[in-house]
């Protein structure tokens, strides 16, 4: 794959975290002009987790279908439309309609561009392109909260989806004049509604794949409840400005990457299996500890550092899950890289997305409800951990 293409399927692919991470900021400015309530933002970043996940769903078939370059044309003009929407926007419940729409079409930026790295490749040279996308798209959840910062200083937070309308717009130009499509005609599949629904059921029952598919969805459960709760964490109990906690957010993303360029140096030399549960192991002591020390009032005003440095264990050590956590996923359905990478998102954003209704729905007084959350997710992912290494072990993969 050119450099340039991993780019540019990396900067596609960042607008998840450009549409998640930048308005995080404004999420106490967000409550208060919509008129939701208190917790109402979390429940706006919960309808655009339920977009991801239902758009998903059919994003897959379709790029198996249409091929790779018409329904990411397509997903980021619908994209740019919502995010208008969202800046035009006075009511709540608009507001998380647009948001949802704005998800339908970005969910194409998350399901073809892995799609694309499997017609392209797969085994340890697919686990280092996708290490090399996470550095790309990684770079956005940097720059994101600083950015939504530096509009919220100079303008008004519906400034912050203007930008995602641009962002969107010059995705459907690059895209339209420089991707090619891996997909040729000739491995194209036509499908009707019930055979889309039997390929799916055959696709989850295979247990390499769904073990895979579930870690990565509590691996995501684990990013969605830091991201739910930061904001209030950071700004209104460890008392962070929209700056620090912008610059805490950019450090703690780069942890992230720094994880998944590391993985990506080891996996020709250690088995993915191996990798992917040393960072399952490191998560999982990080998080304990976060849980353990916030419930003895240790993690929390008094020592911000602490809850700082436990947050970036717990997050960092996710840049050895996801790489491999997606190629191992996708070993046995090359033939359907689209709607394998598809049914894995559904099942990634539907279980991620319910942290963030999780913690919107309880009051965030303390550190305790998102550690225990971020606990849950690692509890989960260590236990699809252990069923993936049983069927890993019993096919002689591992």
Same mark, same amino acid.
């Given at each position: 794959m050119?450099?340039w293409?991993?780019?540019l399927l ?10 998640t991470?930048?308005?995080l ?11 939701g309530g208190?917790?109402s933002?979390?429940i706006?970043?919960?309808?655009w987790?339920a977009?991801?996940a ?18 990411l ?22 507001f ?6 704005a998800?339908l079409g ?8 892995r799609?694309?790295?499997r ?15 996470t550095l ?7 720059l994101?909260?600083?950015?939504g910062s ?10 912050i ?7 969107g717009?010059?995705?459907v ?6 991707l090619?499509d ?16 039997w ?13 895979a598919?579930?870690?990565?969805s ?6 969605f409840?830091y991201?739910?709760g930061?904001?209030?964490l ?5 008392g962070?400005?929209?700056g ?11 942890l992230f990457?720094?994880?998944?360029q590391?993985?990506?140096r080891?996996?020709?030399?250690v088995?993915l299996h191996v990798?992917?549960?040393? %960072? /399952?192991?490191? $998560?999982? =002591?990080?998080a304990? @500890?976060?849980?353990?020390? +916030?419930?003895?009032g240790? !993690?929390g005003p008094a020592?911000?550092v602490?809850?700082?440095?436990l947050?970036?264990?717990?997050t960092?050590?996710?840049g ?6 997606t190629v191992?996923?996708?070993t046995r359905h ?7 990478s598809a049914?894995?998102g ?9 942290s %963030? /209704?999780?913690? $919107?729905? =309880?009051?965030?007084? @303390?550190?305790?409800?998102? +550690?225990a959350?971020?606990? !849950? ?10 069923w993936?290494?049983?069927h ?5 993969q591992?």
């Open positions: 050119p450099v293409m991993t780019i990396g900067l596609i692919t960042a607008i998840g975290p450009l549409a991470d930048m308005y900021p404004a999420f106490p400015a967000v409550d208060r002009d919509l008129g208190p917790g933002a979390q706006t970043l919960a309808a987790f977009g991801l239902v758009g998903q769903f059919s994003q897959g078939p379709l790029s198996d279908r249409l091929g790779r370059r018409v329904p044309l397509g997903g980021m003009a619908l994209f740019s439309a919502a995010s208008a929407g969202c800046a035009l926007s006075d009511d709540y419940q608009m998380c309609v647009w948001r949802f729409l998800a970005g969910s194409a930026g998350i399901v073809v561009p799609a694309i790295v017609d392209i490749a797969t085994g340890a040279q697919g686990a280092r392109i996708m290490a090399q996308l790309v798209f990684g770079l956005m959840p940097i994101a909260p600083s950015l530096l509009v919220l200083s100079v303008g008004h937070w519906r400034w989806f203007w930008f995602a309308v641009i962002y717009a010059l995705g130009v690059a895209i339209a004049w420089t090619p891996t997909m040729p005609r000739e491995r194209r599949v036509t499908l009707s509604f019930s055979a889309v629904l390929r799916y059921v055959g696709i989850a029952r295979e247990p390499m794949f769904l073990s598919a579930l870690l990565q509590f691996a995501s459960f684990v990013v409840a991201l739910a930061a904001p209030i950071f700004e209104r109990i460890l962070f400005t929209p620090q906690f912008g610059a805490f957010f950019g450090v703690n993303a780069a990457i720094a994880g998944a590391i993985n990506s080891l996996v020709h030399r088995a990798l992917l549960r040393r %960072g /399952v192991i490191v $998560g999982a =002591v990080a304990g @500890t976060f849980l353990l020390s +916030a419930l003895a240790v !993690a020592h911000p602490l809850v700082c440095c947050i970036g264990v717990t960092g050590s996710l050895f899950v996801n790489p491999n956590a191992l996923a996708f090359g033939h359907q890289a689209g709607s394998a049914l894995m559904t099942l990634q954003f539907t279980i991620g997305s319910l %963030g /209704v999780l913690l $919107g729905s =309880v009051s965030l007084a @303390t550190p305790v409800p998102m +550690a959350t971020m606990a !849950a997710g690692v509890a989960g992912m260590a236990l699809c951990t252990a993936h290494w049983r890993a072990a019993g096919s002689g591992e």
